[in-house]
């Protein structure tokens, strides 16, 4: 079975802060994949990577950053977190050889 | 630009009723279509999918829809259960081969006891 662990199920942070959220896979899969899940506007691309350091932005990659430097983990930072950023945001992989996407727990991110 | 418009918002039916959910792609090079389930406080899973080269997939009381001609795919669940409560996802696949997905905006399903 995959299996994508994210770091934190709950987060509370002030605005301003710099916040990173952590996603691990416990297989050697390419690609992983960032979104945010807000009501009524289903689940949006932030940023993809396919390999370790190599990242590519999505739909809405504004005001987020990407970073892989091994390829089980790929982190997600809100340079200077804002309330419009409170969501719940998912994490996602796929093998690289089969379409198919298995997303991870989510953490739910308030922005105070 | 790519675009999955995803029908009804809500749903309700009585438990033993079916229910059936649709969705519309923009992109006519989606070739790839996965529904996911996502239940209170977890993650979205896999429930069913179907390629571009198939009409139908069946799985048990789940089953999938395509008609690539009119850009349309509908989920169809049979016989429904509280247990089916849940909101549900459809998805199309973005041409670029590195299997990404553009996501409807999702369905929230209550089964009435």
């Known amino acids: 079975d995959v299996k994508v662990t994210q770091s934190s199920r709950y987060l509370v942070k002030r605005t301003g802060e710099k916040v990173f959220l952590e996603c691990v896979q416990d297989m050697d899969h390419e690609n992983m994949f960032w979104y945010r899940q807000d009501p009524g506007l289903g689940l949006r691309l932030i940023y993809f990577s396919y390999d370790v350091k190599m990242k590519e932005k999505g739909d809405i990659p504004e005001g987020y950053s990407v970073s892989r430097e091994k390829k089980e983990r790929f982190s997600l930072i809100l340079e200077s977190a804002s309330t419009n950023q409170t969501s719940m945001y998912l994490c996602?992989?796929?093998?690289?050889?089969?379409?198919?996407?298995?997303f991870g727990p989510g953490t739910r991110l308030l922005v105070l | 630009g790519e675009n999955v418009e995803q029908h009804p918002s809500t749903l309700s039916v009585q438990e033993g009723d079916s229910a059936v959910i649709k969705c519309t792609y923009s992109?006519?090079?989606?070739?790839?279509f996965p529904w996911y389930k996502q239940e209170l406080g977890k993650g979205p899973q896999l429930i069913i999918d179907?390629?571009?080269?198939?009409g139908e997939k069946k799985d048990q009381r789940i089953a999938v829809t395509l008609n690539k001609t009119a850009k349309h795919f509908s989920l169809h669940i049979t016989e429904t259960q509280p247990e089916d409560s849940a909101v549900y996802f459809c998805a199309a696949s973005r041409v670029g081969g590195t299997y990404k997905y553009i996501f409807g905006t999702g369905t929230r399903l209550k089964v009435l006891a």
């Open positions: 992109d006519s090079a989606s070739n790839y």
């Open positions: 996602a992989i796929n093998t690289g050889t089969k379409e198919t996407q298995y």
């Open positions: 179907i390629r571009s080269n198939v």
